[in-house]
């Protein structure tokens, strides 16, 4: 009885053996063992001054200029997500060739959905590659468009989705803060409400400090209240064609807050109702929609009442 034990585990052993041997050699014919890992490497980030990204015809444009980075010359760019994008480059890393089983298959993904990547210096192009993602598995894909090889990589230690970053549109690359400005030049913050005036109040300074005027104010729950609207920030930007599916909404404001600085500048966040995905609709500058999260509406429209001293917390 043991011996017949003894020979299933020789063949067991045998067998695993052989498996090993043959992996081994696959391997080693895909090249993979001798793969250069910074294939797609680009560590002097710090003189990239142009990235495009472009896939199936759309381009986004995200250029260097006046110290700020800017999404197709016209809006301020995520100052993260740029320094995200300069961090996949220094850190991305080869894990392996492509299986030959899924080669064919990925190379035609790489040509109808494949993401294209150019960087330049200057006006002069330096590096060019593309990215193809896989969100449901979180793989991600790099080939030189002059190279018949396509790549799995990933940044070494993180478990990250890469080619999300290069699937973003032109809204994906915005700033998402609603008021970028130099919060030492504030002269007034107003909050209406609409069908609810007497909840509405301005904060003014008065060359030593922030108040509401004809009332005694919490100076604590004001410079609270300043730092949420400083930090008001939005979840997505909408396009023209979305905007048009949120028409009910647009034609009835809720609340609308106002900023004005020493410049006499005006900046403004319109606040309407809630869609169906749990965030409100919002207008900033009378521009641009956007939704933003239902945590960040309530911090911003309080009740001119909550700011009173000795006034219990909403």
């Known amino acids: 009885m043991q011996r017949k034990k003894n020979i299933r585990l020789i063949i067991v052993l045998t067998v695993l053996i052989a498996v090993t041997i043959i992996t081994y050699f696959i391997q080693g014919n895909d090249g993979n063992s001798s793969i250069d890992k910074t294939l797609f490497v680009y560590e002097n980030t710090n003189e990239v001054d142009q990235v495009t990204i472009e896939s199936q015809g759309v381009k986004v444009d995200l250029s260097f200029g006046n110290n700020q980075w800017t ?3 016209k809006y301020k760019a995520d100052p993260q997500r740029i320094s995200v994008l300069f961090a996949i480059l220094k850190q991305v890393s080869v894990r392996r060739k492509v299986a030959k089983s899924q080669k064919e298959q990925i190379t035609e993904r790489f040509a109808t959905q494949g993401v294209t990547v150019s960087l330049f210096e200057q006006g002069q192009k330096v590096k060019q590659f593309q990215v193809l993602g896989e969100e449901a598995k979180g793989l991600s894909y790099m080939a030189h468009a002059e190279s018949d090889e396509k790549y799995l990589v990933e940044i070494p230690g993180y478990k990250s989705y890469l080619a999300g970053l290069f699937e973003l549109d032109a809204n994906g690359w915005r700033n998402p803060l609603v008021f970028d400005i130099n919060w030492a030049n504030l002269v007034s913050v107003q909050a209406d409400y609409l069908g609810k005036e007497a909840n509405g109040f301005t904060i003014e300074f008065d060359d030593r400090d922030y108040g509401i005027a004809g009332m005694q104010a919490d100076s604590m729950k004001l410079t609270d209240y ?18 048009k599916e949120y028409n009910e909404l647009t034609s009835a404001p809720q609340a609308q807050i106002t900023i004005k ?23 900033i500058d009378s521009l641009d929609y956007a939704f933003m999260q239902e945590a960040l509406i309530n911090r911003v429209t309080k009740p001119k009442q909550y700011f009173r001293v000795n006034q219990r917390p909403q």
Not at 261 to 283: H, M, P, Q
């Open 261 to 283: 600085d020493v410049g006499r500048n005006s900046y403004s966040l319109t606040i309407f109702d809630k869609a169906k995905n749990g965030d409100y609709l919002v207008l």
């Open 226 to 243: 300043l730092d949420d609207v400083s930090l008001l920030y939005v979840n997505d930007y909408l396009s023209a064609v979305e905007v």
């Open 71 to 73: 999404v197709n010359e």
